[in-house]
């Protein structure tokens, strides 16, 4: 049995999940998400609990097991509480801003970057350089803070650029005087 896919998802009371056509669809105070699933797994709610269920022991299969089980819980997290993901900008001059669904960064090019904020997620500008990216479904809040990050990675002599707020940035020691 997988680990992680025999493992129940509990669903908190304000969130309904149903199955049906091969598609999880989960609705809360957040907002509605939906996920098409192979048909290998079956769902089974039992109370406040869903317990996922696979057809055979090929290794495919078991490899679906944990992922829907996965699956399933991100999205009953994302529309129960959402998810968040923070990144820290650092370096003389470079600051970013929301002007309604654009993010507008200056980070020491010639011009400013725009960046679309796609639907359903929100940008939150904060003191000291910090951005926070937030939304109801995982993959795309952390896909939208990935290529954020990606405008300006830091670099190691100075630590300039955009990091994860959790993120560590190995420093390196920069050239030492000529005798």
Known sequence: MSRIGKIPVRIPAGVKVSFHDEVITVEGPKGKLAQK???VISF???GDL???NRA???KQTKS???LY???LKNMVIGVFTGFTRALVITGVGYRAEVQSRVLSMSLGYSNDILVGIPEGLSVAIE???R???SGIDKQRVGEFASEIRKLRLSEPYKGKGIRYEDEQIRRKVGKSGVK
């Open 44 to 46: 089974k709610p039992e």
């Open 37 to 39: 699933y192979h048909p």
């Open 50 to 52: 869903i317990v996922i």
């Open 64 to 66: 679906f097991h944990g």
């Open 69 to 71: 089980r996965n699956l």
């Open 131 to 133: 951005v926070v990216v």
């Open 127 to 129: 003191a000291n350089g």
């Open 56 to 58: 055979n022991e090929e």
